[in-house]
């Protein structure tokens, strides 16, 4: 039924393979307990609905979140984006946010721009793929509303000075908005510490959870509209959303098995994401080093000059050859699963001067092993030789 094994190196798409034990597990809960949480007072329903608050709990501590802040979930990262920043602009606002973000931001604050005229900056980020805090600060207005940072870039997976940026936002006391579709679960995030004030997130990236996953965590203090409405479970004779979290930006029944299959995976995360983190770093080194080496000097690296600053992601070109025919032939001679593309970051792609073909993205995961590493190598010798 499946295509042949392959080694599977786009896990900045989605992690691949899931842990198996956690979504048994998830199963079994669900088949046990699969009741509507919230929506009844009987016995399975409120189990349900101390299942997924569990979940919500573990969320808020995973991402050292202040107390009294609110996980609300939502399909994906790129849904959660949305109610963030649907939520929260008003015309006249101005944001300021960076050219390494994914198409779940830029589209969004595109669309406002278009339909509400709110001012959007983009800060450029440097040679080594980093955006600068001072640049950030620079660009901050009276009318800012919000900062909006990639944590780590899914082109060249360069994990942003997110604390730096925090303290600069903390100090003029607009809010921070942090997406961290790429670093959750992969790096330790400190919302509280760091100064984030608002985090989207993705279950199916490093968080090792199922598609269909994801959510924000808010700072007590920032509070959004609702842009979605519907059955709460809760005030059904209030004719509108109501105000409480996370109600107001949950609207209709939720992903129970998804939400339960995310909470094992976050178990199993926090459990060994150190070790995870270490050899990911290795392997991504030995990645980088292997390209290097390719005699043919055709193997173009971006940015991957401070790779202790990167989760394991790495991108190139091949001088002379489509980057889609790269990875084209890596897929059909070698077995080898990359993304090629703009990796819905025109932006990066766009100062990289690879748009608008793009380039092609390696991306290791918890699963990677050295075999696949060297594969990758051979194969990209071969290719460019
Ligand atoms: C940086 C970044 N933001 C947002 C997203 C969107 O995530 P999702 O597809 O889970 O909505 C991605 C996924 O590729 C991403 O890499």
Redo the contacts with the bound molecule.
């Keep these: 039924m499946f295509s042949q094994p392959m080694i599977y190196l786009d896990n900045?798409?989605t992690s691949f393979p899931k842990p198996a034990e956690c979504l048994r597990r998830a199963l079994d809960l669900y088949l046990t307990c699969g009741a509507s949480p919230g929506r009844g007072g009987y016995d399975r329903a409120v189990e349900a609905e101390a299942m997924v608050q569990a979940v919500r709990d573990k969320i808020a501590g995973l991402f050292g979140a202040a107390r009294g802040a609110r996980v609300c979930f939502a399909a994906?990262?790129?849904?959660a984006?949305n109610t963030l920043i649907l939520g929260l602009l008003e015309t006249g606002d101005h944001v300021v946010t960076t050219r390494l973000e994914?198409n779940?931001?830029l589209r969004p604050l595109n669309h406002l721009q278009q339909s509400l005229g709110i001012g959007v900056e983009h800060v450029p980020f440097n040679k080594s793929g980093f955006v600068e805090p001072d640049r950030i600060d620079a660009c901050l207005r009276p009318e800012t509303r919000v900062v909006i940072v990639?944590h780590a870039?899914?082109v060249l997976g360069t994990v942003q000075p997110v604390a730096a940026i925090g303290a600069i936002c903390k100090a003029r006391g607009i809010p921070l908005v942090v997406?961290a579709?790429?670093s959750a679960g992969c790096i330790p995030i400190l919302m509280e510490q760091w100064g984030i004030t608002g985090l989207a997130f993705?279950g199916?990236?490093s968080l090792l959870g199922p598609t269909g996953t994801?959510g924000l965590v808010l700072a007590p203090d920032l509070d959004l509209a609702p842009s979605r409405f519907g059955g709460s479970g809760v005030d059904s004779m209030n004719p509108f959303q109501p105000d409480e979290y996370p109600f107001r930006l949950e609207a209709g029944t939720s992903n129970l098995l998804g939400i339960l299959g995310l909470g094992e995976s976050i178990d199993f995360v926090a459990a060994h994401m150190e070790r995870f983190r270490e050899e990911e770093r290795r392997l991504t080194a030995r990645l980088v080093e292997g390209l290097r080496a390719v005699p043919s000097g055709r193997i173009h690296l971006f940015a991957a000059d401070a790779i202790g600053r990167h989760l394991p992601v790495v991108t190139c070109r091949v001088d002379g050859i489509a980057s889609s025919d790269v990875g084209a032939i890596l897929d059909g001679d070698f077995e080898i699963a990359v993304r090629t593309g703009l990796h819905?970051a025109p932006l990066v792609h766009a100062d990289l001067g690879t748009a608008p073909s793009g380039a092609v993205r390696f991306s290791l995961g918890p699963f990677t092993t050295e075999a696949d590493i060297d594969a990758a190598i051979r194969a990209m010798a071969a290719i460019a030789g």
């Design positions: 900045a798409a994906n990262a790129t849904d984006l994914h779940s931001v990639n870039s899914n997406d579709s790429q993705t199916h990236k994801g819905c």
